[in-house]
């Protein structure tokens, strides 16, 4: 008992969500805050998730005809001037380069200060996301139909001065992809828009065990400067929705802002249909309120920077070479043998010398999905001693080493397989049908109030009416609920079609 | 003749040595200037060698005990101001963040324009290396011996405001890897220092096939703030130096200024030793002017972006599919059966329909080492036709298909052995043994002069003299010439073992 009261994290879910999750981040060692504000520091066992998920995107962007590109971090203030309501969406969150040196200053006590000197003649903001930027090279490459489709993608920081940070879901800076497509026709860019919407989905699935609802953004949820903004939609374990990626068909939005231009078919001057998408470091915040529980981080295997830690026991110093020996030789053996999700197993032995509980702990907390543990007596048995993360963490199977190096993918995909039904069934339980306005009224009352869905044909007038009144909004208009059989709006009262799903929102 | 001047880059290099490098860049569409004042735009080929490069090299850092890790991009000016000579060294090139929001705002004739507001109480400089911010986050993180070494890298985009910016080698945003490391005694640290500096070495030679000069820095060029500066000078054609990567040992100068201190094994507080080293784009640079001849880029097979082109000659609509066909049949089989440098080799079926010569000459420009052919003949003889970068570009040789999968893998280390084999010798003709003032004076006065190597006794004064009087530096002290036997310093005579390595650079 007071073993588990020093080695879980504090306070619990139930006690405090928020603080929970600050918790476990810190004691999964992260990330944390820097001095930068609301920007973090991604620590190694953080960043090697977001390798994992990048590394894995990218094959999946690559597969899907998208190349990368680096594009420059700063913008010219004249660029982002060019579509009015990009400009304004993200006027706000700016931060601004206006100098390019430094001097050296004596103030009055004569101690040295650094000053900013060399005003430039135009300022340029940080991209907080890059259309402007990339439209204007695509301007430059784009000349006939036959330079067509641009199929783009970068890595890259970007930065939005954020007022109310939190570690990895809404940061200053952070880290994402953004794709940047240009086609012929408006056909050929909804197509795009489309399969990177199910691309997202589907990587969220198979890969951080996330189930999301896929759907389409209001008016009012929009992209700045898009026509239209598809959505993946998770929610956590507090019943919040999390927007983890968004992709978006432009219309001709920016290529007229930017003459992104070119000779059709019939020889007329036409402008390139755009898209653009992404999804960031926020994915690691997704995936942590998802998934973790009182113990700490539980990590979806094919992300786990190692997903096989083990931890040789050695009680006496006569048997101390042999048990690691065999540690080595598993690790060795693991890597060359076992593919999961078509790579190489990554596995970690913990050779350090530290107490073995605070080890396990240790572990537990940073959420690898496997445990090993092999002693003097194991060795004798050719036994490993298995534990698993999505089990009760004092649970321990002995099975033979031959098993487990046969069974490993096996069990890395059960455990994916359990994190997603479990993630599964705590969405389905709490998404609710709702057709009346005082039941929907009531709702947001409770504690950690559960997304609601109803049927829909408001004005964005209204929906924001609403939202405001409940601190809500509209998560997306499911796409697989859009052809229901009509019924009454739940405000208005008019025939619909449509279903939106509401609820509160990280 | 008419299609060797359409299809060769304009100028020659020894019409115009810079002029042609731009060309090159250009005709191997590798990258492109931007409005963003000296910030370039990296498209996807020259990206996918970087791609390649920052893939190779994190396998190189891994092995060797590095982890990853994201730092902030924004710096507090506070930070700088630390370490004086660190921030003396930089400031004159710093970007600053000074604002952090816009507003719109009508002009005299009404137009709208987005003016900066939201002013920092205290400015930002965007990163032009991380030693400072890096430091700060070392100085949490470490509180006993136990806690070191920390051996951390980052890769990331810095900024450095260059006056006179050139795609790749000098641009004011580039993209590179910064290795950050904490020791507890000085010999770790030195250890560290030159494990990495090796490690450059090693990776220029091997996975770029560019011979360096590895060597220290004298004072007047360390990094600012360092004890220790080890550098690789590459030369390139025209016979200037490129330091194509560096690693400083920086002793407890920025331990002491951010108290990265800890609790020794007597107990006593004690200043971590650090080092830090980085490689950036400019390596793309390096190797363009290393091995490009008349004709455009020609690329080491390691980090080409696709190594092998596969082009379907179809002549008759009648042999058109069954030749695609096999062109994709052979694609198939390489990407699974051949292994170059320990990865899958990267094969590229150019489907394009576009003339065979336009097609050809442009796979030359980007310099793909190896050119198949197959058309309707080669079906029936079951032969390919192969054309190397490293050879003429009509040279053509057709050999069994059989025979070339079997040998793909040879023919690419054989492709990368001869351009380490000619950049050797380039080098090695143009290293001067130099010990009369007279000779060395005069030297500096032709046209592209090589470098000269002279013993080297001075001070710091008589260098930056002799340099500027030159426009020449010491690129370094070569590591396997300190032990020569004693002789006259070339200036002042004096008694000296240590020799110098003079040269004009980029």
New interface residues.
Partial sequence: MAKQQQSAVQPTREEDFPEWYQQVVRAADLA?N???RG??????WG??I??NIQQQLDTRLKETGH???????????S???KE?EH??GF??????????????EKDEEGK???V?T?KLAE????RPTSET?IG??FS?WVESYRDLPLL?NQW??V?R?EMRPRLFLRTA?F?WQEGHTAHETKEEALKETRTIHMLYAEFLREHLAIPVIAGEKTEAERFPGADMTLTVEAMVQDKKAIQAGTSHYLGTNFSEAEDISFAGRDGTKQFAHTTSWGVSTRLIGTLIMAHSDDDGLILPPRVAPSQIIIIPVTPKEATRDAVVDACQALAKVLRLEVLFGNQPVRVHVDNRDIGGGVKKWEWVKKGAPIRIEIGPRDLESNKVCLQRRDRAPNEKEFIPKEDFIRNTSEILQEIHNNLLTKATELRDENITECTDMETFDTHWATDQPGWLMTPWSGSREQEEEISKKHKITIRCLPLDQQEKSPTACILTGETTSCRAIWGRSY
């Fill in positions: 944390e820097s001095e930068t920007c973090m520091v991604i620590k190694p960043y090697g977001w390798e190349q990368n590109a680096y594009f420059p971090l700063l913008i010219p203030l660029y982002l001037e009015a400009a304004e006027a706000t969150e700016c931060a601004v380069v206006t100098h390019h040196r430094l001097e050296v040295s200060r650094m900013p060399g300022p340029y903001v940080i930027i204007a090279a430059r783009i890259a920081n930065m001065w800076e880290l």
